[in-house]
């Protein structure tokens, strides 16, 4: 597995005296840059870059991506340059901020706002320190108090839990989506009598959950009041045991070091392994008979196995051929042998936007991977599950994860973070599209050593000088990182506001493997609200 979930770095080193920046154009890929002396380069697009620019490297950007007045760039100095492997382009005016997932035990009052309505103005409501204080005086036409927060509902099985207190009549709970609450109306989700018991109530199941507005609390038609001190999503189900999982990359770890392996893997509560099946050039498992055994003494501790595949290129039209003959020696393997030494699964970590523009340019990789994951799924056919490794962010990307939903029946999120609040936002679009699709979604966490880096943040320069240029070529743009600070009239100039180490420790818990350790029982109790929750697995656990 690739640990870093980074984009490709599209530079490369350029000559320390430049004068034009050149984008040529190829007939099979995105367009290549060149900095030189010459003003024209045949069949290329060229700008001219002002006196004195010495360029370090080139950075282009994607298209549609413009600069404002910040720009982030992770990577290291390598070769004597500022090898850049990841950029972020704050914008001066962001965006009205995205909702989150609606939490899970918290009492959703604290950051919930209210709203009373009616005509007859017959409710008064107050709202402050996660309390809400309704009274209402009699009247026939309805009335109550609207409650509105900044979340989305998720898939995850809940009820609505609410602690009151409530005299003179009994108040009716309502839920409404987006359609609903256009039309003005809402769900019935049942009444909270007079009485100081707490109240649970169940989510109607036509509710759009991802569209959730607003909840309602109707006031009776007598004089009432009513005192919630919390209300709060409670999980509606046991808590369900799921498998933690690791991957095994060296085929001697299981091949020469099995009984250790199971006895370390047995410790650690762990019920799922990924490995990697040595093959014959033929096409078929190199030592059938040394997998079936490995796979017999796991199934005996209770443990699942897996085959792990991993390269970017297998998502090339010209190598899914070989990525199904692999999958086809595996299902050949199970079909020669008993239930007991069978491979539960096959699992591929293929990551194509590691691959450069060139070779797959970003706008064909989503078709490309669904396409690759349709001919594993056929060649592995209902002998062999299929799971597939992806990134968090494309929790973000809900057409390709619907798109893979009929061919992939896991997902594995590497989902890397050490943050318990961003790992449980960055896993939820995953849960959900398992919980929605009848599929699984595993949740990964890194544990293993991540290089460190450095984030250079530059600033629009005001007037003076600049250590980075960003260049319109050909209606992209392209940032030129210099030797040394360039001033010029007219040009778009950025000077090095800081740099900073990045070291890792919010990705990895490589050097607190004991703070894993305390989370996991937490994550995963949380994480079992989901039917589609599959497990956590965590890379380079041993």
């Given amino acids: 597995m690739i640990r870093r979930f980074l984009f490709p770095l599209l530079a490369m080193s350029m000559?320390?005296?430049?004068?034009t920046l050149h984008q040529c154009t190829a007939a099979d890929g995105p367009p290549r840059y060149v900095v030189n002396d010459q003003a024209r380069m045949q069949g290329c697009t060229s700008v001219a870059l002002p006196p004195g620019a010495q360029v370090e490297t080139l950075y282009p950007l994607a298209p549609g991506e413009t600069p404002e007045n910040t720009i982030l760039l992770h990577g290291n100095v390598a070769d004597g340059r500022f090898a850049v492997s990841e950029h972020e382009l704050p914008s001066a005016q962001p965006g009205p901020e995205r909702p989150g997932p609606m939490p899970l035990r918290a009492n959703l009052l604290a950051q919930m706002r209210a709203r009373t309505f009616g005509v007859e103005e017959r409710v008064q409501a107050t709202l402050e320190d996660g309390r809400l204080q309704v009274t209402c005086r009699p009247g026939q036409r309805a009335?109550?108090?609207?409650?509105?927060?900044?979340?989305?509902?998720?898939?995850?099985?809940?009820?609505?839990?609410?602690?009151?207190?409530?005299?003179?009549?009994a108040f009716t709970w309502q839920v409404a989506d987006e359609a609903r609450r256009a039309r003005d109306d809402a769900f019935d989700m049942g009444t909270l009598p007079v009485k100081d018991k707490p109240a649970?109530?169940?989510?109607?199941?036509?509710?759009?959950?991802?569209?959730?507005?607003?909840?309602?609390?109707?006031c009776p038609a007598t004089q009432a009041r009513i005192d919630v001190t919390s209300l709060?999503?409670?999980p509606d189900a046991a808590s369900?045991?799921?498998?933690?999982?690791?991957?095994?990359?060296?085929?001697?770890?299981?091949?020469?070091?099995?009984?250790?392996?199971?006895?370390?893997?047995?410790?650690?509560?762990?019920?799922?392994?990924?490995?990697?099946v040595p093959l014959k050039d033929g096409g078929a498992v190199r030592a059938p008979d040394l997998l079936a055994a490995f796979v017999r003494q796991t199934g005996e501790r209770g443990i699942s196995v897996y085959s792990v595949d991993g390269d970017p290129h297998m998502v090339l039209a010209d190598e899914v051929p070989a990525v199904v003959k692999r999958v086809q020696a595996y299902a050949a393997y199970n079909a020669a042998q008993p239930p007991d030494a069978r491979l539960r699964g096959v699992q591929f970590d293929v990551e194509p936007y590691l691959l450069p523009d060139n070779m797959l340019p970003a706008a064909r990789r989503d078709?490309?991977?669904?396409?690759?994951?349709?001919?594993?799924?056929?060649?592995?056919?209902?002998?062999?599950?299929?799971?597939?490794v992806v990134p968090f962010w494309w929790g973000k990307n809900q057409a390709l994860l619907d798109a893979l939903a009929p061919y992939a029946d896991a997902m594995t999120v590497m989902d890397y973070r050490t943050d318990r609040d961003q790992i449980v936002d960055f896993a939820v679009p995953f849960l959900d599209w398992a919980s929605a699709h009848d599929?699984?979604?595993?949740?990964?966490?890194?544990?293993?050593p991540i290089d460190p880096e450095v984030q250079r943040r530059y600033v629009k320069a005001a007037g003076g000088p600049g250590d980075l240029l960003a260049v319109d070529v050909g209606g992209r743009q392209?940032?030129?990182?210099?030797?040394?600070?360039l001033a010029a009239q007219d040009a778009r100039l950025y000077r090095l506001q800081a740099t900073r180490a990045i070291d890792g420790s919010a990705t990895t818990f490589h050097k607190d493997k004991a703070a894993l350790l305390r989370l996991l029982p937490g994550l995963e109790q949380h994480f079992s609200a989901w039917n589609g929750f599959g497990g956590i697995a965590i890379h380079e656990w041993r």
């Avoid at 000559?15 to 004068?19: E, I, L, M, N």
């Avoid at 108090?145 to 009549?169: C, D, E, H, K, S």
């Avoid at 078709?367 to 597939?388: E, I, P, T, W």
């Fill in 478 to 485: 392209v940032l030129a990182l210099l030797r040394r600070p």
């Fill in 15 to 19: 000559p320390a005296h430049a004068a």
């Fill in 232 to 234: 709060a999503l409670e």
């Fill in 439 to 448: 599929r699984q979604a595993r949740i990964a966490l890194e544990a293993g």
């Fill in 200 to 218: 649970r109530l169940a989510l109607p199941p036509r509710l759009d959950r991802a569209a959730w507005r607003q909840f309602v609390l109707l």
């Fill in 367 to 388: 078709a490309a991977y669904v396409a690759m994951v349709r001919a594993v799924k056929a060649a592995a056919g209902n002998a062999l599950a299929v799971d597939v």
């Fill in 143 to 169: 009335a109550g108090v609207i409650l509105t927060g900044p979340w989305f509902m998720t898939r995850a099985n809940a009820l609505l839990g609410a602690a009151y207190t409530a005299q003179g009549g």
């Fill in 240 to 276: 369900r045991p799921a498998p933690r999982s690791t991957w095994v990359w060296r085929p001697g770890d299981w091949i020469d070091g099995g009984p250790a392996l199971l006895d370390w893997a047995a410790a650690h509560d762990i019920h799922e392994l990924f490995i990697t």
